[in-house]
């Protein structure tokens, strides 16, 4: 593996061709393992006259185990797992972690020349509400597994949010929570883990933004 290059730093600065020496390496040599198995397996990995050898259940987010005297280490990363469907270009994604540890995330996905918002516990992926000019969406969990979805719809010419709630197993019919003649785009939310949910977003007012 060659040492990779500093990307944030171009050849070219400021229109001028003054081309810098060979980068420093930003990450040592290495390997990145995509492995399947449980916290009991034991990984061993030979090259040449040297060998590593180590548990999985040595290993933590956010914590380095060197071996070798130092001269090597490794990390455990999160690996990316896909969750949107083919056929549809998604994007402005949103998550949330419910009381249970389960997570779920949103998104808007582009298709047949509309948007849908889209909802995923890891497990199963629902469509929320109807299609049309919609944008970015956000999403936050109560205190009693119920979560909170919330996006921007085009009426009539004007943005205005809409929400929607997952309880006992089914997304609620969307209801419209803004009324103003002006847009209202880009909602945030949190909640506190005590049933209470906050919802900011940027609203116009005679076409200028406020918040």
Known sequence: MQPLEDQLRPAAIMARRTWLAAAPRQVPEGLLLKIRGSGSARLSLVSGSSRLEFAAADLAYGARLFLMDGNASVERLPMERRISESG???DQPAATVTPDGAVWTTWVAYRDKSDVVMASDGRRIFSVGERGDLHAPAIAS???????LVWPRNDNGTFHLFGSIWRQGAWSRPDRLTMEKGNDVWPRMAGDGKGN???VWQAFERGAPSS
């Open 142 to 148: 109560g205190s009693g597994g119920e979560v909170y």
């Open 197 to 199: 949910i906050a919802l």
């Open 88 to 90: 549809s270009a998604n």
